[in-house]
Every structure is written in structure tokens, then in C-alpha cells.
């Protein structure tokens, strides 16, 4: 499944289109995962489907499932939110303007508890 949006039958038989978050297989299980949600919902749900090779939606059956798509989730937040705070560190800009002129040394973006970088190191 390597489209950006899936369309969902819901229970009424409505069409309704969802971006995908991101989908992965599972060695545990041998299955196939795709995490949606609506993006015109101002609090979006993640939904969670299992799919073939020929993109049909299937649902989570197990509990031990549901907790692993859980914890592949989890990983996923945590990473993006990592991601965002690398981004929006100042540290990362060439042109900040402490560094600029200056050795790598005295730029005041090296120490690792720089405000703007949230005591993520950044070398």
C-alpha cells in the first residue's frame, strides 16, 4: 500500500477517504498494517486496518495485536516529535546568529542545554 489516501466503507455504506499515517508488516505475524485518519476532523482518530496486496481493509482482530500496533504507534510519535524538535532548534540553522563569524567553539549552540534545543544534543 504505498498510496498517500485509502477510501473506508463505514458501517452505513458510505465512502469516506483517509490519509494514511504510515503502514508497516509485522514478523510476528506475517500481516500487514495501515494507520489512518480523517484529516478534516479537527481532533483526528487514528483507525487501524490490516490489508493485502490488493489494498482490501481488514479489521484487528486480537488483543495482542491492538497492543502491538500500539507500541508501533507509540514509536512513531515519539519519533516525530523528536524530529520537530531537532527541526525547530536554532542550532541547526547555518545562519544563526551566534555562530556566525565564529569558531564552532564559541558558537553558544554548543552545549547541550541550549533552550531552543530542549536538552536534545545536536552534534
Known amino acids: 500500500m504505498d498510496?498517500?489516501?485509502?477510501?473506508v466503507i463505514d458501517d452505513d455504506g458510505n465512502e469516506l477517504e483517509f490519509e494514511v499515517?504510515?503502514?508497516f508488516e509485522s514478523d510476528e505475524t506475517g500481516k500487514k498494517y495501515v494507520l489512518y485518519y480523517d484529516a478534516n476532523d479537527e481532533a483526528p482518530?487514528?483507525?487501524?486496518?490490516?490489508?493485502?496486496?490488493?489494498?482490501?481493509?481488514?479489521?484487528?482482530?486480537?488483543?495482542?495485536?491492538?497492543?502491538?500496533?500500539?507500541?508501533v504507534f507509540n514509536s512513531f510519535i515519539s519519533q516525530d516529535d523528536e524530529e520537530e524538535t531537532n527541526e525547530d532548534c536554532c542550532?541547526?540553522?547555518?545562519?544563526?546568529?551566534c555562530c556566525q563569524g565564529h569558531?564552532?567553539?564559541?558558537?553558544?549552540?554548543?552545549?547541550?542545554?541550549?533552550?531552543?534545543?530542549?536538552?536534545e544534543s545536536h552534534e
Open 91 to 97: 542550532c541547526q540553522k547555518a545562519d544563526h546568529e
Open 3 to 7: 498510496v498517500n489516501k485509502i477510501q
Open 45 to 71: 482518530q487514528v483507525y487501524s486496518s490490516i490489508y493485502d496486496d490488493e489494498g482490501s481493509l481488514y479489521p484487528v482482530e486480537t488483543p495482542d495485536e491492538w497492543e502491538m500496533i500500539e507500541e
Open 21 to 23: 499515517l504510515f503502514t
Open 103 to 119: 569558531d564552532e567553539e564559541d558558537c553558544c549552540c554548543q552545549g547541550d542545554d541550549h533552550e531552543c534545543c530542549h536538552g
